[in-house]
């Protein structure tokens, strides 16, 4: 008699998911609305379900292993599928266009993979995206060509020591 295969649970998944975007069950527990413990009880239950360790454990976080990897490529997908299955239902799918204004100094090379997620999440929205400095973004903001603008701006130089601080009259 064959082994009835096991099942990627959701919710393991969407741990997983946060646990590798964070880099580490510390910072991921919060966002998660769990403890440590429950975090780590999860990654155990999905590791064993796999068969596999998907992250390897170390002082500064973890880091995904090869079938770690693997598995965050399937999981994003069964993540956006799950819901757009469920926006599906409550006939709440986004369409239109959306334009974005976003800071040159914000996460470049993750830039092509957040905007390939919203694309995948929203297939109907026509998403356009202009990268520009954060001085352009602010002084633009209410009367501008993009509805949601994202600049950077440091407040306060003792929240970030190496930093700079441009002080104008």
Known sequence: MDKMPRLLDLDLLNAFVVIADCGSLSAAAPRLCRSQSAVSEQVRKLEFICG??????????????????????HARQMLAMSDAAYRDMQGTQLTGD????????????????????????????????????????????????????????????????????????
């Open 52 to 73: 596999l360790p998907l992250f390897t454990r170390g002082k500064m976080g973890v880091s995904l292993t090869p079938a770690g990897e693997r598995l965050l490529v």
């Open 98 to 169: 959306l334009h974005l204004a976003i800071t040159d100094y914000f996460r470049p090379r993750a830039l092509p993979g957040i905007i390939k997620r919203v694309r995948d999440q929203f297939p109907r929205l026509h998403l356009h995206v202009s990268v520009r400095k954060s001085a352009a973004i602010e002084a633009q903001a209410g009367n501008s060509d993009y509805d949601i603008g994202l600049s950077m701006t440091i407040l306060d130089k003792r929240v970030f020591p190496g930093a700079k601080l441009l002080i104008s009259q």
